[in-house]
């Protein structure tokens, strides 16, 4: 094409799930939270922003110190896993990690980089720490963003099957890491497939991937019932954890993602930042999120309501013959023989429904659906 250049040609942009607007959709496609924020994030939102409009006129802080302090302090009060934090009767009184989700170390502030959603994150992540003097390797099926930035970057990438029921191939993904000495990314649970490796798993990755590099882990899904990784951080220097408010804090419209890693990883992610944009987090994003820390404990339970919708839907869908994976996430991944991915989505969407379907070929008699709330899914399973 004229006027354009010659890097545009190798990219090919993502595609999320739609969002129309040519009529009210119960919308399951996109793995939205289906409550809405506490009431105490828009109570800060407002009384911030009457107290002190000129905030709005004034460049914000391009560290979010205070942001990732409370970030740091939400994940040592809920272990990463906002599904299984307890909390007593006041919520806003702050979790407590289960038994098994304890972190056994602190994280601390200097550990956290805030960015514009994980997307910008991850693209950080992918600037950072993978070169393209040889492949980054990640699963075949996972998130569909990470071949769209190695485009972006010119990053080779070596994409790993899936074994055939559906789990990550961890030793093959090992073992191409170890013969071109190169990072991995993948997501943890996976999606589209919903599973999860146990933090074992994860444990053995780190120990046998190739020296000098960095393993990433998208945790945008944890907070729902997988393992994180976050205790590991403590032993594995290579691990940098990606996680996002999006999901379990019902905070897609406002964006904001984030690392957990070494803090010499945070500093070289904060170098690249600062080389594209000094301010990804603007001041009512890093006024919100603070105040969605602190209420923790309403998203833990959302959080659970979603994880038991899950396992009920799940229930429903085999009960009628539908192959389901086991999610540990706010979506399932099912398909039914005889019966193509597109057609099931077009069915919903004749009711009025929105869930995903992938055209990717492997994946195209699937359909992905986000949990919404018990009343939506009542409506989903009429049409199902
Ligand atoms: C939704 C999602 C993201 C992106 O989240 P944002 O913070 O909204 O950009 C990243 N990774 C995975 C695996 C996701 O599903």
Not at 224 to 246: A, M, Q, W, Y
Request: glycine content about 6%.
């Amino acid at each position: 094409m004229e006027f354009v250049s010659k890097r545009l040609e190798s990219l090919h942009p993502y595609v999320p799930g739609e969002q129309p607007t040519d009529r009210e959709y119960i919308k399951l496609n996109a793995n939205e939270n289906p409550y809405p924020p506490h009431s105490s994030v828009i109570e800060a939102v407002k009384s911030t922003l009457s107290a002190a409009p000129q905030k709005l006129g004034l460049y914000p802080d391009p560290d979010v110190t205070e942001l990732r302090t409370q970030i740091a302090r939400m994940l040592n009060t809920t272990g990463g896993v906002l599904a299984r934090a307890s909390h007593s009767a006041d919520v806003t009184a702050g979790c407590r990690p289960a038994p098994e989700d304890e972190l056994g170390f602190e994280i601390t502030p200097d550990m956290i980089f805030c960015g514009n959603g994980s997307d910008e994150v991850l693209s950080f992540v992918f600037y950072t720490f993978f070169d393209s003097d040889r492949p980054v390797v990640f699963p075949e099926h996972t998130y569909s963003f990470y071949p769209v930035y190695c485009g972006y970057y010119h990053i080779p990438m070596e994409r790993i099957k899936l074994l055939p029921d559906w789990r990550l191939d961890v030793g093959t993904m090992l073992a191409s890491a170890a013969k071109s000495s190169s990072a991995m990314i993948f997501a943890n649970p996976n999606a589209p497939t919903g599973l999860a490796l146990t933090r074992n798993e994860v444990k053995q990755i780190l120990e046998s991937a190739p020296a000098g590099k960095v393993v990433v882990v998208d945790e945008a899904y944890c907070d729902f019932g997988g393992e994180s990784c976050l205790p590991l951080l403590k032993d594995h220097k290579n691990l940098v954890i990606v996680r996002t408010f999006s999901k379990s804090l019902s905070f897609a419209g406002m964006r904001l993602g984030y690392i957990v890693a070494a803090p010499e990883l945070v500093q070289a992610v904060f170098c690249v930042k600062n080389s594209f944009n000094h301010f990804p987090v603007d001041f009512v994003a890093k006024t919100a999120a603070i105040a969605s820390c602190k209420a923790a404990a309403y998203y833990a339970d959302n959080a659970r309501k979603i994880a038991k919708e899950r396992e009920s839907f799940t229930a429903f869908l085999r009960e009628r013959g539908y192959f389901v994976l086991d999610s540990s996430t706010n979506f399932v991944f099912t398909k039914k023989d005889g019966m193509g991915g597109k057609e099931l989505y077009g069915r919903a969407k004749d009711a009025g429904i929105l869930i995903r379907h992938f055209a990717t070929p492997g994946i195209e008699d699937f359909v992905r659906i986000s949990i919404g709330t018990h009343e939506q899914m009542e409506a989903l399973k009429q049409v199902l």
